[in-house]
T-cell receptor, first 114, second 113 residues
Framework: KAGVTQTPRYLIKTRGQQVTLSCSPI?????VSWYQQTPGQGLQFLFE???????NKGNFPGRFSGRQFSNSRSEMNVSTLELGDSALYLC?????????????FGPGTRLTVT | GESVGLHLPTLSVQEGDNSIINCAYS??????FIWYKQESGKGPQFIID?????DKRQGQRVTVLLNKTVKHLSLQIAATQPGDSAVYFC????????????FGPGTSLSVIP
């Protein structure tokens, strides 16, 4: 099976702009979760989607949002970008709801906000 | 607040030696622990997990030890190979729900040929 794919791999935006990142899960996986990874905070959970419904949300402001489509592909959006949003955004898919340990991560999208 | 931390941020080992990566956790209610490996340019990869009702679990060349008395977790890699060079994260959780998982900062393992 093909792994989790994320597009784009690299992105540069300026403060105040918005950005949309895309994730295609492993075929057959219906759970998609998103994480932010920074040197200072490490890996932090953003949200999880299962069957087009947000199941869980981490402690991030409302500027961070996401959605999942009927084919399980997911997008996350960050509005009004801030310098602190510069990070590696990782998507992970799982065949299980809340299946920590059964997740398969994509390579991430490196977002730089200038 | 609760946190997961690693004792050593970097670790260098000779190829063929065994590696031990340590992790301290502070939430006594955590009942599920995971180790991940993250190679440069890639996302984290699940290595092994262990539940709080176990003290030890073995995988292929890896062993995880859990000491609940001192809230300590370790990952042992046998016969370390150059391909083992990566950042290793521990994570703790109450259950397996993603919003309950707390990741440690990571230890960078370098294997010297």
């Amino acid at each position: 099976k093909a792994g989790v794919t994320q597009t784009p791999r690299y992105l540069i935006k300026t403060r105040g702009q918005q950005v949309t990142l895309s994730c295609s899960p492993i075929s057959g996986h219906r759970s998609v979760s998103w994480y932010q990874q920074t040197p200072g905070q490490g890996l932090q959970f953003l949200f999880e989607y299962f069957s087009e419904t947000q199941r869980n949300k981490g402690n991030f402001p409302g500027r961070f949002s996401g959605r999942q489509f009927s084919n399980s592909r997911s997008e996350m959006n960050v509005s009004t970008l801030e310098l602190g949003d510069s990070a590696l955004y990782l998507c992970a898919s799982s065949p299980l709801i809340g299946g920590a340990g059964e997740q398969y991560f994509g390579p991430g999208t490196r977002l730089t906000v200038t | 607040g609760e946190s997961v931390g690693l004792h050593l941020p970097t670790l260098s080992v000779q190829e063929g030696d065994n590696s031990i990566i340590n992790c301290a956790y502070s939430n006594s209610a955590s009942d599920y622990f995971i180790w991940y490996k993250q190679e440069s340019g890639k996302g984290p990869q699940f290595i092994i997990d262990i539940r709080s009702n176990m003290d030890k679990r073995q995988g292929q060349r890896v062993t995880v030890l859990l000491n609940k008395t001192v809230k300590h977790l370790s990952l042992q890699i046998a016969a370390t190979q150059p391909g083992d060079s990566a950042v290793y994260f521990c994570a703790e959780s109450e259950g397996t729900s993603y919003d309950k998982v707390i990741f440690g900062p990571g230890t960078s393992l370098s294997v010297i040929p």
